[in-house]
Protein backbone atom coordinates (compact mmCIF):
# COMPACT_ATOMS: atom_id res chain seq x y z
CA UNK A 1 0.00 0.00 0.00
CA UNK A 2 1.63 3.73 -0.86
CA UNK A 3 2.66 5.48 2.15
CA UNK A 4 -0.23 8.03 3.22
CA UNK A 5 0.17 11.89 4.55
CA UNK A 6 -0.25 10.65 8.01
CA UNK A 7 0.40 7.19 9.88
CA UNK A 8 -3.03 5.14 9.50
CA UNK A 9 -4.57 4.09 12.81
CA UNK A 10 -4.03 0.53 11.97
CA UNK A 11 -2.63 -1.23 9.26
CA UNK A 12 -4.38 -2.55 6.31
CA UNK A 13 -5.70 -0.99 3.03
CA UNK A 14 -8.42 1.51 3.07
CA UNK A 15 -10.56 3.61 0.60
CA UNK A 16 -8.67 6.68 -1.00
CA UNK A 17 -9.34 9.80 -1.82
CA UNK A 18 -8.02 9.78 -5.49
CA UNK A 19 -7.67 6.82 -8.04
CA UNK A 20 -4.43 4.34 -7.94
CA UNK A 21 -3.38 1.82 -10.31
CA UNK A 22 -3.58 -1.67 -8.44
CA UNK A 23 -0.65 -3.34 -7.34
CA UNK A 24 0.27 -6.27 -5.76
CA UNK A 25 0.45 -4.68 -2.31
CA UNK A 26 -2.53 -2.80 -2.85
CA UNK A 27 -5.77 -4.62 -3.91
CA UNK A 28 -8.13 -2.22 -2.19
CA UNK A 29 -10.54 0.21 -4.31
CA UNK A 30 -9.74 3.40 -3.25
CA UNK A 31 -11.46 6.30 -3.03
CA UNK A 32 -13.22 8.48 -5.82
CA UNK A 33 -11.92 11.92 -6.54
CA UNK A 34 -14.09 15.09 -4.61
CA UNK A 35 -17.20 16.20 -6.53
CA UNK A 36 -16.10 19.11 -8.27
CA UNK A 37 -13.33 17.51 -9.71
CA UNK A 38 -12.49 17.69 -13.22
CA UNK A 39 -13.32 14.18 -14.10
CA UNK A 40 -16.70 14.49 -12.52
CA UNK A 41 -17.87 16.12 -15.43
CA UNK A 42 -20.54 14.45 -17.90
CA UNK A 43 -20.22 15.04 -21.40
CA UNK A 44 -23.43 14.20 -23.48
CA UNK A 45 -21.65 10.87 -24.48
CA UNK A 46 -21.31 9.64 -21.19
CA UNK A 47 -25.08 10.34 -20.59
CA UNK A 48 -26.03 7.95 -22.93
CA UNK A 49 -24.49 4.86 -20.92
CA UNK A 50 -27.07 5.47 -18.09
CA UNK A 51 -30.19 3.90 -17.62
CA UNK A 52 -31.72 7.34 -17.66
CA UNK A 53 -31.73 7.57 -21.24
CA UNK A 54 -32.21 3.99 -22.44
CA UNK A 55 -35.77 4.13 -20.73
CA UNK A 56 -37.44 5.78 -23.33
CA UNK A 57 -37.04 2.81 -25.68
CA UNK A 58 -37.16 0.20 -23.08
CA UNK A 59 -38.74 -0.09 -19.65
CA UNK A 60 -37.86 -3.42 -18.39
CA UNK A 61 -37.63 -6.55 -19.24
CA UNK A 62 -41.45 -8.71 -19.94
CA UNK A 63 -42.55 -10.41 -16.28
CA UNK A 64 -40.86 -13.66 -16.17
CA UNK A 65 -42.33 -17.08 -16.90
CA UNK A 66 -41.78 -20.64 -15.01
CA UNK A 67 -39.57 -22.46 -15.76
CA UNK A 68 -40.54 -24.80 -14.26
CA UNK A 69 -44.03 -27.19 -14.27
CA UNK A 70 -44.06 -25.77 -10.32
CA UNK A 71 -42.47 -23.28 -7.87
CA UNK A 72 -42.62 -23.37 -4.03
CA UNK A 73 -44.96 -21.37 -2.78
CA UNK A 74 -42.58 -19.61 -0.33
CA UNK A 75 -39.91 -18.80 -2.94
CA UNK A 76 -42.60 -17.57 -5.70
CA UNK A 77 -43.38 -14.55 -2.40
CA UNK A 78 -39.94 -14.27 -2.22
CA UNK A 79 -39.36 -13.53 -6.06
CA UNK A 80 -42.59 -11.16 -5.84
CA UNK A 81 -40.23 -9.17 -3.42
CA UNK A 82 -43.20 -9.50 -0.51
CA UNK A 83 -40.72 -10.53 2.27
CA UNK A 84 -37.49 -13.49 2.27
CA UNK A 85 -38.06 -16.98 1.92
CA UNK A 86 -38.34 -17.68 5.55
CA UNK A 87 -40.48 -14.63 6.57
CA UNK A 88 -42.99 -16.49 3.28
CA UNK A 89 -42.88 -19.10 5.99
CA UNK A 90 -44.06 -17.49 8.52
CA UNK A 91 -46.98 -15.92 6.36
CA UNK A 92 -48.06 -19.18 5.18
CA UNK A 93 -47.95 -20.53 8.71
CA UNK A 94 -50.31 -17.64 9.71
CA UNK A 95 -53.35 -18.13 7.17
CA UNK A 96 -52.82 -15.14 5.24
CA UNK A 97 -51.69 -16.67 1.92
CA UNK A 98 -54.63 -18.11 -0.24
CA UNK A 99 -53.89 -19.80 -3.63
CA UNK A 100 -56.64 -19.82 -5.89
CA UNK A 101 -59.13 -18.32 -3.46
CA UNK A 102 -57.96 -21.04 -0.45
CA UNK A 103 -55.98 -20.12 2.50
CA UNK A 104 -52.61 -21.85 1.83
CA UNK A 105 -50.91 -22.84 5.47
CA UNK A 106 -48.73 -25.84 4.11
CA UNK A 107 -45.03 -25.01 3.89
CA UNK A 108 -43.22 -26.86 1.10
CA UNK A 109 -46.59 -25.92 -0.93
CA UNK A 110 -46.17 -25.82 -4.70
CA UNK A 111 -48.44 -23.21 -7.25
CA UNK A 112 -48.64 -24.18 -11.40
CA UNK A 113 -48.23 -21.59 -13.57
CA UNK A 114 -51.83 -19.53 -13.98
CA UNK A 115 -52.25 -20.03 -10.06
CA UNK A 116 -53.84 -16.97 -8.62
CA UNK A 117 -51.86 -16.21 -5.06
CA UNK A 118 -52.73 -13.41 -2.78
CA UNK A 119 -51.67 -11.68 0.21
CA UNK A 120 -53.91 -10.19 2.54
CA UNK A 121 -56.33 -10.07 0.01
CA UNK A 122 -54.19 -9.02 -2.62
CA UNK A 123 -53.56 -10.26 -5.66
CA UNK A 124 -49.58 -10.61 -6.05
CA UNK A 125 -46.98 -11.40 -9.12
CA UNK A 126 -43.30 -13.20 -9.05
CA UNK A 127 -41.53 -10.18 -10.97
CA UNK A 128 -37.75 -9.97 -12.06
CA UNK A 129 -35.30 -9.45 -9.79
CA UNK A 130 -34.04 -5.82 -10.34
CA UNK A 131 -30.88 -4.46 -8.38
CA UNK A 132 -30.29 -0.93 -8.54
CA UNK A 133 -27.54 1.04 -7.54
CA UNK A 134 -28.11 4.97 -7.03
CA UNK A 135 -24.89 7.61 -6.25
CA UNK A 136 -26.82 9.37 -3.69
CA UNK A 137 -26.89 13.14 -3.77
CA UNK A 138 -27.41 15.46 -0.38
CA UNK A 139 -31.25 16.84 0.05
CA UNK A 140 -32.69 13.12 -0.22
CA UNK A 141 -34.29 11.26 2.27
CA UNK A 142 -34.30 7.23 2.04
CA UNK A 143 -38.19 6.87 2.43
CA UNK A 144 -40.81 5.38 0.15
CA UNK A 145 -42.65 8.39 0.63
CA UNK A 146 -42.82 11.58 3.07
CA UNK A 147 -46.05 12.93 4.19
CA UNK A 148 -44.08 16.24 4.51
CA UNK A 149 -43.66 16.52 0.73
CA UNK A 150 -39.76 16.11 1.01
CA UNK A 151 -37.81 14.74 -1.84
CA UNK A 152 -37.29 11.29 -1.68
CA UNK A 153 -34.54 8.84 -2.88
CA UNK A 154 -37.85 6.87 -5.13
CA UNK A 155 -37.68 9.73 -7.08
CA UNK A 156 -34.19 9.64 -8.36
CA UNK A 157 -34.87 5.74 -9.37
CA UNK A 158 -38.63 6.35 -10.43
CA UNK A 159 -37.21 5.22 -13.97
CA UNK A 160 -35.04 2.73 -13.37
CA UNK A 161 -37.38 -0.20 -14.12
CA UNK A 162 -41.18 -0.70 -13.80
CA UNK A 163 -40.78 -3.24 -10.78
CA UNK A 164 -41.26 -2.10 -7.58
CA UNK A 165 -37.65 -1.70 -6.09
CA UNK A 166 -36.94 -1.08 -2.29
CA UNK A 167 -33.97 0.95 -0.35
CA UNK A 168 -31.54 -1.73 1.22
CA UNK A 169 -30.81 0.00 4.32
CA UNK A 170 -31.03 3.58 4.30
CA UNK A 171 -28.32 7.20 4.59
CA UNK A 172 -29.77 10.04 6.30
CA UNK A 173 -30.24 13.02 3.92
CA UNK A 174 -27.55 14.69 4.36
CA UNK A 175 -25.60 11.60 3.42
CA UNK A 176 -24.06 11.58 0.12
CA UNK A 177 -23.40 7.69 -1.72
CA UNK A 178 -23.99 4.40 -2.27
CA UNK A 179 -27.70 3.09 -2.24
CA UNK A 180 -28.76 0.37 -2.94
CA UNK A 181 -32.62 -0.68 -4.27
CA UNK A 182 -33.84 -4.10 -5.19
CA UNK A 183 -36.64 -6.53 -5.17
CA UNK A 184 -34.74 -9.30 -3.85
CA UNK A 185 -36.56 -9.91 -0.28
CA UNK A 186 -34.08 -12.51 0.43
CA UNK A 187 -30.95 -10.48 -0.54
CA UNK A 188 -31.97 -7.49 1.30
CA UNK A 189 -32.79 -9.03 4.46
CA UNK A 190 -29.09 -10.68 4.35
CA UNK A 191 -27.62 -7.27 3.88
CA UNK A 192 -29.28 -5.94 6.71
CA UNK A 193 -29.33 -8.65 9.00
CA UNK A 194 -26.89 -8.02 11.87
CA UNK A 195 -25.21 -11.39 11.42
CA UNK A 196 -24.16 -10.55 8.01
CA UNK A 197 -23.78 -6.63 7.96
CA UNK A 198 -22.30 -5.72 4.11
CA UNK A 199 -19.21 -3.89 4.79
CA UNK A 200 -19.59 -0.21 4.03
CA UNK A 201 -16.61 2.44 3.88
CA UNK A 202 -16.74 6.15 4.53
CA UNK A 203 -15.29 9.01 3.00
CA UNK A 204 -15.30 11.85 6.09
CA UNK A 205 -14.60 15.30 6.73
CA UNK A 206 -14.69 16.61 10.22
CA UNK A 207 -14.71 20.24 11.63
CA UNK A 208 -11.53 20.33 12.86
CA UNK A 209 -8.27 17.69 12.41
CA UNK A 210 -8.74 14.52 13.87
CA UNK A 211 -6.50 13.78 16.40
CA UNK A 212 -4.46 10.07 16.01
CA UNK A 213 -5.56 8.74 19.83
CA UNK A 214 -9.30 9.45 18.44
CA UNK A 215 -8.81 7.02 15.94
CA UNK A 216 -7.58 4.48 17.98
CA UNK A 217 -11.07 4.81 20.15
CA UNK A 218 -12.85 3.89 17.17
CA UNK A 219 -10.84 1.05 16.77
CA UNK A 220 -11.64 -0.13 20.22
CA UNK A 221 -15.02 1.12 20.57
CA UNK A 222 -17.09 3.94 21.70
CA UNK A 223 -20.15 4.23 24.30
CA UNK A 224 -23.25 5.09 22.98
CA UNK A 225 -26.52 5.39 23.87
CA UNK A 226 -27.60 1.90 22.12
CA UNK A 227 -24.17 0.15 23.15
CA UNK A 228 -20.35 -0.25 22.44
CA UNK A 229 -19.84 0.03 18.76
CA UNK A 230 -16.51 -0.13 17.09
CA UNK A 231 -14.97 0.64 13.26
CA UNK A 232 -13.19 -2.41 11.57
CA UNK A 233 -10.63 0.02 9.95
CA UNK A 234 -9.89 4.29 10.07
CA UNK A 235 -7.27 5.93 8.80
CA UNK A 236 -6.66 9.71 7.31
CA UNK A 237 -7.21 10.14 3.94
CA UNK A 238 -4.41 9.48 1.40
CA UNK A 239 -4.05 13.33 0.33
CA UNK A 240 -6.34 14.81 2.18
CA UNK A 241 -5.99 17.00 5.09
CA UNK A 242 -5.75 16.03 8.38
CA UNK A 243 -10.11 16.71 8.77
CA UNK A 244 -10.91 13.64 6.69
CA UNK A 245 -10.56 9.57 7.20
CA UNK A 246 -11.85 7.01 5.85
CA UNK A 247 -13.79 4.52 7.82
CA UNK A 248 -14.84 0.97 7.26
CA UNK A 249 -17.37 -0.21 9.48
CA UNK A 250 -19.97 -3.41 9.28
CA UNK A 251 -22.36 -1.79 12.02
CA UNK A 252 -25.88 -1.21 10.15
CA UNK A 253 -27.28 0.98 12.84
CA UNK A 254 -28.95 4.55 12.47
CA UNK A 255 -26.52 7.35 11.80
CA UNK A 256 -23.55 5.33 13.44
CA UNK A 257 -20.50 7.00 11.78
CA UNK A 258 -22.19 10.88 12.96
CA UNK A 259 -22.72 9.36 16.16
CA UNK A 260 -19.44 7.81 16.87
CA UNK A 261 -17.66 11.39 15.93
CA UNK A 262 -19.99 13.13 18.21
CA UNK A 263 -19.74 11.24 20.82
CA UNK A 264 -15.34 12.26 20.75
CA UNK A 265 -16.55 15.67 20.57
CA UNK A 266 -16.27 16.17 16.62
CA UNK A 267 -19.22 17.49 14.02
CA UNK A 268 -19.72 15.63 10.18
CA UNK A 269 -19.04 18.32 7.45
CA UNK A 270 -19.37 16.20 4.99
CA UNK A 271 -20.25 12.30 4.62
CA UNK A 272 -19.98 10.04 1.74
CA UNK A 273 -20.43 6.38 1.58
CA UNK A 274 -17.69 5.21 -1.18
CA UNK A 275 -18.49 1.50 -0.92
CA UNK A 276 -21.26 -0.71 -0.10
CA UNK A 277 -20.64 -4.47 0.13
CA UNK A 278 -17.70 -4.36 -2.32
CA UNK A 279 -19.43 -1.83 -5.13
CA UNK A 280 -17.95 1.00 -5.39
CA UNK A 281 -19.10 4.42 -7.20
CA UNK A 282 -16.78 3.90 -10.09
CA UNK A 283 -18.47 5.83 -13.19
CA UNK A 284 -21.46 6.84 -10.98
CA UNK A 285 -21.65 10.35 -11.03
CA UNK A 286 -23.93 11.58 -7.98
CA UNK A 287 -27.66 11.56 -8.65
CA UNK A 288 -27.29 8.50 -11.02
CA UNK A 289 -28.06 5.20 -11.45
CA UNK A 290 -27.53 1.86 -12.90
CA UNK A 291 -28.36 -2.25 -12.64
CA UNK A 292 -26.33 -4.25 -11.10
CA UNK A 293 -23.87 -6.82 -13.36
CA UNK A 294 -24.34 -10.63 -13.38
CA UNK A 295 -21.16 -10.82 -12.33
CA UNK A 296 -21.79 -7.85 -8.99
CA UNK A 297 -25.21 -10.16 -8.29
CA UNK A 298 -23.44 -13.21 -7.55
CA UNK A 299 -20.83 -11.77 -5.56
CA UNK A 300 -23.27 -10.30 -3.35
CA UNK A 301 -25.28 -13.62 -3.26
CA UNK A 302 -21.86 -15.28 -2.01
CA UNK A 303 -21.20 -12.69 0.58
CA UNK A 304 -21.09 -14.24 3.76
Do not use: W
Not at 91 to 100: A, D, K, M
Amino acid sequence: MKPTRKSPAKSGSAPRKTVAKKTTNDTKKPFVKKEGSKDDSVTARDKRKYIDYKIKVKKGDPLPSFREDNIRLNKYLSNAGVCSRREADVLIETGVVSVNGKIVTELGYKINQGDVVQYDGETINAETKRYVLLNKPKGFITTMDDPRGRKTVMSLVSKACRERIYPVGRLDRETTGLLLFTNDGDLAKKLTHPRYQAVKMYHVELNKSVAKEDLEKLLNGVDLEDGRTKVDKVEYVENGTSKEVGVEIHSGKNRIVRRLFEALGYQVVKLDRVQFGGLTKKDLPRGYYRHLTEQEIAFLKMTK
